[in-house]
């Protein structure tokens, strides 16, 4: 597992923010970036493939303004730099249809808040297969 993997974490509160960045932290990650929205993270998406050094996973909420993380994925997915990119959608969103909807959109994982440590680290277990 590649620990020094640039990580982008979208969400519109700013304490899930800090939260699920702490939890990064805890399992590994050091390189971890946060944006407000899907708005602000598809523009620093595009910055760092400028710079030929491209976000390698993407943990994403779904519910916020501007831009969902819905929209960003659908936008993550149509890029030729990001397309196959791991995109983990974290949501208050349950509802089998809005599984089924983020799975067909392109989402590599779904996890749905409240939700632990352990939980987190097993979904990128699984995305990562390590």
């Known amino acids: 597992m ?6 982008l974490v979208i969400d519109d509160m700013p304490t899930m923010v800090k939260i699920i960045s702490r939890m990064l932290q805890n399992i590994g990650f ?3 970036k946060t944006a407000k929205d899907g708005k602000e993270a598809w523009q620093m998406l595009q910055e760092a493939t400028e710079r030929k050094d491209p976000y390698q996973f993407i943990v994403s909420d779904w519910n916020m303004p501007n831009m969902t993380g819905l929209e960003l994925l659908k936008l993550v997915r149509a890029s030729t730099d990001y397309a196959k990119t791991p995109f983990l959608m974290i949501t208050a969103e349950s509802e089998k249809e809005q ?3 983020a799975i067909s959109a392109g989402v590599t994982n779904y996890i749905a808040k409240p939700f632990t440590p352990p939980t987190l680290e097993e979904k990128i277990r699984k995305i990562f297969k390590f």
């Open 99 to 101: 599984v089924v909807v």
């Open 30 to 32: 050091k390189n971890i």
């Open 2 to 7: 590649n620990f020094e993997m640039k990580v």
